[in-house]
């Protein structure tokens, strides 16, 4: 197909083509100690892990409705959690499996809310695509592009008006970075000075349509220029880059001065979501993605580099991942559906 | 021990699909990721990766099999050291059922039959007599009648998210890039606002939009647009301009998407003058009624289903087929009881009419095909014959089009009435996820023939 073609498969090579980030330093490279790095290592390898199980149970027919992985694009999730404080929100779109995991809810009730049972997150009501944790400060788990910007920034609203000093941080995707309702928020969270992080995943494609097919400008980070809201591009398959922009950002907003841009440059490895062949893009670029810019694999590296964890370490990690995740899908296949009467609960206080 | 690998649900509303192709023959190894077979769903072919490693062991369905239901057994994988004789060791463990809540059932068991009574299926008198059918799914009906209307007319264009180079997020533009190219097959960005403003200005200039929204629920954001300007400039400027557009796309629930995206807007644009309103059932509506739409100088809301879209359906073989906007169809006749109903929810009624015939009751089944303007002389005739009517759809009951008809036949036809309208519809709940939840929400055929036999006083 003739998109695939068209679309460069580097990571940032698209966005470095316009003429604002050709002039930007790359910045330096926060580097992680051993506990970082292992911290970072189990919390990504949790969601990819839970991820593929979740394809695996999607496949048998036990998760159903639209499902949208999140592997590829694990660093990104994994070092805002790294960088944020107890009591900073999260909000996201669809993709929200991983926003789940990072924010410490328990795999075995995210994962049984994919399956729609009584102990999922939303008792089985909201399934994959809505999910929330008031407890957690993890907002949704929202279905329409582009609301939950609006939102986060409500969130922020509200943190500015108790005075909590917490900071919300809004995702949202490079296809949702054209909504209008986007630049409304950004208008008014400059406007106010609220604290929001927005942080755009730009992984390349809003489902099958490539961002410089979508985007008159590629450069999202500068998507509040005119707004006056300082923005910069992250290399979002280094974890440790992530969290170094996002203490940054997080900082920015803690003191006062306003929300703040973090484009995460990452890419997604399945399709956007289970019924997608993804034929708009070449096997190639993904496999590029895959054996150069993995964020677990670059962090594996990292360690076994510097003596920090064995080959058999790493090993006993991912057994104990696994261990986890196959738990959650156990019980997520075992619950119960919710009782009937839950039908006609919640639907008003 | 040998894993067995089934055929996977590809898409929500996948039941069985096509065994296109293998790409790993038996003996080779295999590893996690792996892309070891293609199947083609009706909307796409998919891969299928390996998520465990081992070496295939046996290909249980052969490639080119046709109708291979999700989770039957396509293949037996072997772990390390495992050879072909464990195969017969493997299990045929089936993949875990999800355990039953306890579903209080919906419906008594249909009483013994009483004499049944056979009914004709009303021909078509928009179809002129001898006009030789084809077969066609709804989703070639509606691509089909865009492609023959794009043809006539080279104002007509095609815009919305992923209709051109994707060929459509449900397939329903297939081809028409190929054929019309990209100045009339318009991908746009994720910006329903924007290209519903910027479409109906492109109508008030006199071209002839057709804006696919993804799907319905999407058409919230352009919600504005949509009433404010397309719905309403005709009036405001004194009949100077109006927008001749279609706004078309999958409405109401598919299957399992949850409370966002499985909503039916019928009454939300039936409530608006300045508006037509469509929501086919086959694909003949579906063809006849999308050329008729194209070709209306009114701003045209056209309702589709995703969950119909690869149903199939005769349509007459005909170079120019269009149907009248504003008509409905007798889909079925009979004299006891008249169910009025459009869209999917044409297939509770359809079924429950077959039932009750089995059980003496002679239903009579209304096809509105459009909601506004409302074609309610077909109803009222029929309600002077049955002096009962049950409405059926999947929206929800409050302020809903089956609150407007019964609102209607009361009013013109309230001497006829042998007992209350009595309606079926999607419960008063956001849709919920959960399987079992879902099926309790949507309407069912038991609770139409309930209503049938309490509006009849046959319970
Ligand atoms: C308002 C709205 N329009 C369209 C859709 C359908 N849709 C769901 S996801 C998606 C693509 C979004 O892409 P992006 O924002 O880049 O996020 P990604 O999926 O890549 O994470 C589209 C068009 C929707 N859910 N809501
Ligand atoms: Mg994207």
Redesign the pocket.
């Given at each position: 197909m003739a998109t695939a073609s068209k679309t460069t498969s580097a990571r940032s090579k698209s966005a470095s083509r316009t003429r604002s980030t050709a002039k930007k330093a790359k910045p330096a490279i926060a580097e992680f100690d051993k506990d970082e790095e292992l911290h970072a290592y189990r919390e990504m390898l949790l969601i990819r892990r839970f991820e593929e199980k979740a394809g695996q149970l999607y496949g048998m027919g036990l998760i159903g409705g639209f499902c949208?992985l999140y592997i590829g694009q694990e660093a990104v999730v994994v070092g805002m959690q790294m960088a944020k404080k107890d009591g900073d929100q999260m909000i996201t779109?669809?993709?929200d499996h991983g926003h789940m995991l990072a924010m410490d809810l328990d795999p075995g009730a995210v994962m049984a809310e994919l399956t729609g049972r009584r102990g999922g997150l939303s008792k089985g009501k909201g399934g994959s695509m809505h999910m929330f944790s008031k407890e957690k400060h993890f907002y949704g788990g929202h279905?329409?592009?582009?609301a939950q910007v609006s939102l986060g920034t409500g969130l922020g609203f509200a943190n500015k008006y108790r005075e909590n000093g917490n900071v919300s941080m809004a995702f949202?995707?490079?296809?949702?970075?054209n909504?209008g309702q986007v630049y409304e928020s950004f208008n008014m969270a400059e406007l106010w000075k609220l604290p929001v992080v927005y942080v755009i995943?730009n992984?390349k494609?809003?489902?099958g349509t490539s961002i410089n097919r979508a985007s008159a400008t590629t450069d999202l980070s500068q998507r509040g220029a005119s707004f006056g809201i300082p923005g910069e591009q992250v290399d979002g398959m280094d974890v440790r880059a992530v969290k170094a922009a996002s203490d940054k950002a997080l900082a920015w907003c803690r003191e006062g001065k306003g929300p703040y841009i973090l484009e995460m440059i990452t890419y997604?490895y399945r399709g956007?979501s289970m019924s997608d062949p993804a034929k708009y893009r070449s096997k190639d670029e993904v496999q590029k993605m895959r054996t150069e810019h993995d964020p677990i694999e670059q962090v594996r590296v990292r360690m076994i580099e510097k003596g920090w964890a064995s080959e058999d370490d790493l090993k006993a990690i991912d057994k104990d991942v696994r261990a986890k995740v196959a738990e959650a899908a156990e019980f997520a296949q075992n619950d119960p559906e919710p009782d009937a009467s839950e039908l006609y609960t919640d639907i008003l206080l | 021990m040998p894993i067995d690998i089934l055929m996977p649900a590809l898409s929500p509303t996948m039941e069985e699909g096509k065994l296109a192709k293998w790409l790993k023959a038996e003996g080779d190894a295999v590893t996690a990721g792996d892309v070891i077979a293609e199947i083609e769903t009706d909307k796409a072919t998919m891969e299928v990766e390996a998520v465990d490693e081992g070496t295939l062991g046996k290909i249980l369905v052969p490639e080119g099999t046709d109708n291979v239901k999700v989770n039957e057994k396509i293949a037996v994988l072997l772990g390390e050291g495992e050879d072909a004789s464990a195969m017969d060791a493997a299990s045929a463990a089936p993949a875990a059922a999800p355990a039953q809540a306890e579903v209080p059932s919906t419906a008594a068991a249909p009483a013994a039959p009483a004499a049944p009574v056979v009914s004709e299926p009303a021909e078509d008198p928009e179809i002129p007599a001898g006009t030789a059918m084809k077969t066609s799914t709804v989703r070639e009906a509606l691509r089909d009648a865009m492609a023959e209307e794009m043809r006539r007319d080279p104002d007509v264009f095609v815009m919305g998210?992923?209709v051109a180079e994707y060929q459509g997020a449900y397939k329903i533009t297939q081809g028409l890039l190929d054929e019309f190219s990209e100045k009339r097959v318009i991908d746009t960005p994720?910006t329903?606002h924007g290209f519903t403003g910027l479409g109906v200005g492109a109508a008030m200039s006199g071209l002839r939009p057709i804006v696919e929204f993804?799907t319905f629920?999407?058409a919230m954001?352009a919600m504005d647009q949509i009433i404010n300007s397309a719905a309403k400039t005709l009036y405001m400027s004194g009949g100077q301009m109006g927008a001749p557009i279609v706004f078309r796309g999958p409405n109401g629930a598919a299957a399992r998407v949850g409370a966002q995206h499985s909503q039916d807007y019928a009454a939300w644009y039936a409530h608006v003058p300045g508006l037509k309103v469509i929501q086919p059932y086959s694909a003949a509506d579906a063809k006849g009624l999308l050329k008729a739409a194209i070709r209306d100088p009114n701003p045209v809301i056209f309702l589709e289903n995703e969950i119909l879209y690869g149903h199939s359906f005769e349509i007459p073989d005909m170079d120019d087929f269009v149907l009248p906007i504003g008509k409905a169809k007798i889909e079925r006749g009979g004299t006891d009881v008249t169910l009025v109903s459009w869209g999917i929810g044409m297939t509770y009624a359809l079924k429950a009419a077959d039932e009750l015939a089995g059980m003496g009751i002679s239903a009579e089944v209304i096809n509105l095909r459009t909601i506004r303007p409302l074609d309610i002389d077909t109803v009222l005739a029929s309600v002077r014959k049955t002096g009962r009517v049950v409405t059926i759809e999947e929206a929800f009951p409050m302020c809903s089009v089956s609150s407007e008809i019964a609102y209607q036949v009361q009013e013109k036809a309230f001497d006829y009435l042998d007992a209350p309208v009595l309606r079926v519809t999607g419960k008063d709940v956001p849709m919920p996820y959960a399987a079992n939840l879902e099926k309790l929400a949507l309407p069912s055929v038991p609770e139409v023939i309930d209503a049938v036999k309490a509006v009849t006083y046959t319970a």
């Open positions: 949208h779109g669809y993709r279905g329409i592009v582009g949202f995707g490079d296809g949702a970075s909504q995943e992984n494609y809003g489902m997604r956007h | 998210e992923e994720i329903e993804m629920n999407f954001q």
